[in-house]
C-alpha cells in the first residue's frame, strides 16, 4: 500500500504499475478473486504499451484468467489469457516461459468449462512446442501432461484420463500448487464419471492438504510475529481465561500484559483466516461478525454472564473458518450439490476443528462451536448426529445466530429474506433443528434490537456498527486507493469485457 502510494504521489508510472501488479498476486493468493479484477484492470492501463512492463502485463492477465475461473466467467478467462499470450508472443526468459504455460493452462481451463475442447486442444498443442523446446524442467512436463489429462476427461475418455492423473500424483506431490491442480483435476475426472465415492475420497485428501498448508502459514506468520507456543502450553497460566478476558479490556490496556496482548493478535489472526474463508459467500465479510454479536446477545438474553458472552462471541466468529479447505467450485456453485459434494460441504465441521486444534492448545469453545454447529437438537445434523443437550449449548446458541443471520442475506444458491420471514422459518425448526429455549431468546432479542434502538435502522447496523476486522479495513483501504487510479478506457465507461 505504501509503495502504490509513494509512486502516485510520484507520478511513478512504471513503480506504481509493478506495485499494483505485486497486489493483483497477493488478492489472488487471498482468494479476493472479484479484487485481483478490479486491481487488474488498472495495471493493465497504466501500464499501455510499455515493453518494460510486458510481464507484469502478462502476470496481471494471468491473475486474472485464473480468478475469473473460480468466478465462473469463463469468457473473461479466456480474453485473459488471450491478451496476456499476445504480450509475451516472444518471451525472452525461463520465467515468462513458464509463465506462458501456467496462462496456457487457465486457457484451457476455461474453454473446457464451456465445452470448447477443439479450442482447449490448440493451446496444449503449443504447450507441448513450448516444453519441448525448455531445457528439461519438469515442472513444464507436469504441466503439460496434467492439460493432456483435462483434454482427455473433456473428450469423454475418463478412463485414460483419469489413469494419467493418478499417475501423476507421486510427481507432483512435492511441488504443492502442482499437487492441488492435480487433486483438483482428478476430483472433476471422477465427478464427470459419475464416481461420487472416490470423488469424495480424493475431496478429503485434498482438504486435509489445504488444512496443513493453512496451518504451516499460520504458525509461520504468528511465528515472524514473535507469538510462540511456549506462552500457551500447559503449566503456564491458563490461556483461555487469558483470551476471554483480553475481550473485556479497554483496547489500549490490551499491551500490558505480554501474553494476553498475543493472544489477542492470534485470535485476529484467526478471525482474518476465518473471514477469508467467508468471502466467497458473503461479500461484506461481516458474517461472521453478526453471528458473534447475536450470539452473545442471545447467551446475556439467556442469563450468561460477561466473560461466557465474550467468549462466545470469540468462537462465533471461527464457526465457519473450516470453509478454507472447501473448494472454491463447491461453495459458488449455483446449483443443487451432488452426494459428494455435500458431504464436501459438511466436512467444513471438522476441518474447522482441526485446523484450530492444530493451531492451538486452548479455544476449546472456538472448536466446540465449529465441530457442532450444524447439529440438530432433535438429531439428524451433522458430523456426529448428536442430540439435545449432547450438543454443547455454545453450538446450540451459534447454529441458531448463524441461521437466522444467513437467510436475512444472499447467498450464490438463493435470494436474501426478510428479518420476518427469517424469523419464520428458524420458528418453524424449533424443537426439530433448534432448542426451543434459544429459539424464544433469539426473537426477544430481535424485538429488543428493534424497540430500543431506532427502528428504521437496519438490523446489520445494529449488530455491528463498524467494521471491526483490520483485514476487512485493509481490503476498504486498498479499494479507495485504487479508486483514486485512472481506469484503462476513456470518460470513466466501463469495458464491456469487465463488467
Ligand atoms: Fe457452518
Ligand atoms: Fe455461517
Not at 475426472?189 to 465415492?197: E, H, T, V
Not at 465457519?320 to 467444513?348: M, W, Y
Not at 469453545?365 to 445434523?381: N, P
Not at 444472499?410 to 425448526?429: D, G, H, N
Request: aromatic share 4%; net charge negative.
Amino acid at each position: 500500500m505504501e509503495a502504490i502510494r509513494i509512486a502516485r504521489d510520484q507520478s511513478d508510472n512504471i513503480g506504481l504499475t509493478a506495485s499494483l501488479g505485486n497486489l493483483t498476486s497477493l488478492l489472488r493468493a487471498l482468494g479476493l478473486y472479484r479484487e485481483t479484477f478490479s486491481v487488474g484492470v488498472r495495471v493493465i492501463g497504466l501500464a499501455g504499451d510499455n515493453q518494460l512492463l510486458r510481464g507484469v502485463v502478462a502476470q496481471t492477465y494471468c491473475h486474472m484468467s485464473a480468478s475469473a475461473y473460480v468466478l465462473m466467467r469463463f469468457q473473461q478467462g479466456i480474453e485473459c489469457g488471450r491478451l496476456a499470450s499476445e504480450a509475451l508472443t516472444a518471451p525472452g526468459s525461463m520465467t515468462e516461459v513458464i509463465n506462458l504455460m501456467a496462462i496456457l493452462g487457465n486457457t484451457i481451463k476455461n474453454h473446457l468449462a464451456l465445452a470448447q475442447t477443439k479450442e482447449a486442444r490448440s493451446c496444449l498443442v503449443l504447450m507441448r512446442r513450448l516444453s519441448a523446446a525448455m531445457p528439461a524442467n519438469s515442472r513444464a512436463a507436469l504441466n503439460v501432461s496434467l492439460a493432456e489429462a483435462m483434454c482427455e476427461v473433456a473428450d469423454g475418455s475418463t478412463a485414460v484420463g483419469i489413469t494419467r492423473l493418478l499417475g501423476l500424483l507421486d510427481q507432483t506431490r512435492g511441488v504443492p500448487g502442482l499437487y492441488i491442480d492435480n487433486m483438483e483435476q482428478l476430483i472433476r475426472a471422477y465427478n464427470a464419471s459419475g464416481n461420487f465415492s472416490a470423488m469424495a475420497r480424493y475431496t478429503s485428501d485434498l482438504a486435509e492438504q489445504i488444512i496443513q498448508s493453512h496451518a504451516c502459514n499460520t504458525q509461520d506468520s504468528l511465528h515472524e510475529l514473535g507469538i510462540h507456543e511456549e506462552t500457551l502450553r500447559p503449566g503456564q497460566p491458563d490461556a483461555y481465561p487469558l483470551a476471554r478476558a483480553v475481550a473485556l479490556l479497554p483496547s489500549d490496556m490490551r499491551g500490558l500484559n505480554e501474553p494476553v496482548a498475543q493472544i489477542s493478535v492470534r485470535h485476529t489472526h484467526f478471525e482474518n483466516l476465518a473471514v477469508i474463508a467467508e468471502l466467497r459467500e458473503d461479500d461484506s465479510g461481516l458474517h461472521i461478525y453478526r453471528v458473534g454479536r447475536l450470539s452473545a446477545l442471545i447467551a446475556a438474553e439467556l442469563g450468561h454472564g460477561d466473560l461466557f458472552c465474550a467468549a462466545l462471541e470469540r468462537a462465533a466468529r471461527l464457526h465457519d473458518i473450516g470453509k478454507l479447505a472447501i473448494r472454491d467450485q463447491v461453495i459458488t456453485k449455483p446449483g443443487k450439490l451432488n452426494s459428494a459434494e455435500f458431504e464436501h460441504v459438511a466436512r467444513h465441521t471438522i476441518y474447522g476443528h482441526r485446523l484450530l486444534s492444530l493451531l492451538t492448545d486452548d479455544g476449546e469453545m472456538a472448536r466446540e462451536v465449529a465441530l457442532c454447529h450444524h447439529e440438530y437438537w432433535g438429531g439428524g445434523g451433522y458430523p456426529r448426529k448428536l442430540v439435545g443437550i449432547a450438543i454443547p449449548e455454545s453450538a446450540r446458541i451459534v447454529a441458531v445466530a448463524d441461521c437466522f443471520e444467513s437467510l436475512c442475506h444472499v447467498r450464490p444458491y438463493r435470494k436474501e429474506w426478510t428479518v420476518e420471514e427469517s424469523l419464520a422459518e428458524i420458528r418453524s425448526l424449533s424443537g426439530a433443528a433448534f432448542e426451543p429455549r434459544i429459539v424464544r431468546s433469539l426473537e426477544a432479542v430481535v424485538t429488543k434490537l428493534r424497540t430500543e434502538t431506532n427502528a428504521s435502522t437496519p438490523l446489520d447496523q445494529l449488530l455491528v456498527p463498524d467494521i471491526p476486522s483490520s483485514m476487512l479495513r485493509a481490503r476498504g483501504e486498498v479499494l479507495a486507493l485504487i479508486d483514486t487510479l485512472p481506469l484503462p478506457w476513456q470518460n470513466n465507461e466501463q469495458s464491456p469485457m469487465f463488467i
